[in-house]
């Protein structure tokens, strides 16, 4: 008798049959802009489902290794990858993942959406990219990083252009070497010290980095500390700083180009418990060649930062994608398995749980979605079409509702994520165990995003500094005022209101006491309360909130090419804020409403 062999069906086009990426494109950006940006969204798609699935499967069997020596004994420190992680690569460059929000001609052709279509292409290609989205991310932050006002132009005009190239041939990703042993997230015990050289060409760097995500890319951005500055972790200066002797001065001339920069040792790989594909080093620097970003002779954590908030949101996009793609992976085992007589799929209780994980996917996603959407119009008003942290003619201040937004996004939803995860990988039973299906990675990737740019303890003390220093809570509230004001369920509308209302009084008694025990001991719990509430919010104006469509179609108008289609994506969207809401705000279970309404939430 023949062994039985499960079929296991890929799920469909990423795009196409995405309804909650479709809604969330129709609803927030201009139609002009969608239609100029279907083409780019399809070709990725196209491709995701194709060659790079091929690709980001090649990556993951054949992870880095780290050839210390040549034939020799001449120390090379070189990190070989695999054909797939280099063809994931080219595709980031050729779809201009980062370049998008920079390039002239696109910022021409998307304006102030050019963030959210990029949040869209994102959200194509990170799930599957055997975590080639951390380059990705990395090399958007260094990239803002050099546009901060305050960085030399030839460092800027030098850079810049090679970190948004589209042509993969010169095309290059940033890494990030910041954390040190003894402090990891707290950089106050940072010992790397910066030094100007004596010829005047540059700074020196000499210090110990121990996780260095992404050791392969061309350049990094590292923190140090400028010898003569002050303890503390505001004194620190991010550098940028080449990988390979090509890029440094002080490469002696006929020195391979790919040879390590000098004073850039890689003393390991990183054995880790994800994202393998993924080389992540120890480095050494030994007076390294280095470029201030900014005036090193001032305190740089805070223009830091503007890398940090980028790479946050990446890390929330990315939590968000993987949670929808898992989702349709598990759907689709499920419409192929046999349990007990009959599709998995029709299983009520088993529909229940999809219908479940596709409301949290949805939050997650739409608060991914928003963050890049604020960060979209603070780039614009640094443009100067509006005054920075100026409020608009609503009252919207998307630079202070930013400051809070991306941190209390990157905890959600990496915590998000994790559940899922393990959820999903459950979906597939004994199969979900077994490594070499692939799907054991979609829970080891998981557990990094509530870990990379800041904990969940770490990013709850950040949202609660903005909080009650910078006093950045107002435009987060309004906006759930308003979305209790236009939601069409009463249900939804109370349970906001009530939300609002206690976290004005939490905020009110941890304004009263900033640095009390009692306020630290409650800031995740408080963070995640209001990130869930802000999450609630989204997906009431996702479903009944004005669109950016100002053409007088209201939200339940079927869309000139979607027809009944357009009128199920309204359908679901209010399905998941209604569902969110009670599971998250209310704390009432919703498997029974999730299994009634999962062909809504669950397509694509």
Known sequence: MDRY?????????????????????????????????????AALAADVTGPLRAAHTDAEQHPPRLVRYDPWGRRVDRVDTSTGWQRLRAAAARHGLVA??????????????????????????APESATFSCPVAMADGAAALLRHPDVDPAV?????????????????????????AQGGSDLSGSTTVARPAVDGDGWRLTGEKWFCSAVDSAVAVALARPVGAADGSRTLVPFLVPRYAADSPLAVAGTDPYAPAPGVRVHRLKDKLGTRALPTAE????????????????????????LVVVTR???????????????????????ARRVAGGRLVDSPAHRGLLGTLAVDAAGAFVLAGHVFDLLGQVETDADGRRTPGEPDATGADPAAELRLA???????????????ASEYVECFGGAGYVE???????LRDAQVLPIWEGTTTVLALDALRAVTREKAAGPLLARVDRAAATACDPEVAAALTDAAGRLRTDLARVAADPRGADTAAGARPLALRTAYTLAAALLVDLADGPSADR????????????????????????????????????????????????ELLSRG
């Open 283 to 306: 480095v050494g620097l030994r007076d390294a060649y280095a470029l201030p970003l900014g005036d090193p002779t001032r305190p740089g954590l805070a223009r830091a930062m503007t």
């Open 5 to 41: 062999v499960q079929p296991v069906p890929a799920p469909g086009d990423p795009y196409r049959t995405d309804w909650l990426l479709d809604r969330w494109l129709r609803h927030r950006i201009a139609p002009a802009t969608h239609t100029a940006a279907r083409p780019r969204l």
């Open 436 to 442: 070499d299906t692939g799907v054991p990675r979609l």
């Open 156 to 180: 800027r005009d030098t850079w810049l252009p090679r970190l948004t190239a589209t042509d993969p041939a010169t095309a290059i990703t940033s890494g990030q070497w910041m954390t040190e």
């Open 406 to 420: 991306a941190p209390l996004a990157k905890l959600a939803t990496g915590r998000l994520a994790v559940a899922a």
């Open 100 to 125: 998008l929000p920079y390039r002239a001609d696109t910022r021409a052709a998307f304006g102030p959406d050019a963030r959210k279509v990029q949040h869209a292409l994102l959200h194509l290609y």
């Open 313 to 335: 949101l990446h890390n929330a996009s990315a939590a968000a994608s993987g949670m929808r793609r898992g989702l349709a992976y598990a759907h689709a085992y499920a419409t």
């Open 551 to 598: 053409s007088g179609r209201d939200a339940d108008a079927a869309d000139s090419d979607g027809g009944a289609a357009g009128r199920d994506d309204v359908d679901a969207a209010r399905v998941a804020a209604r569902l969110w809401t009670r599971r998250w705000l209310v704390g009432a279970d919703i498997a029974a409403d999730a299994h009634r309404h999962l």
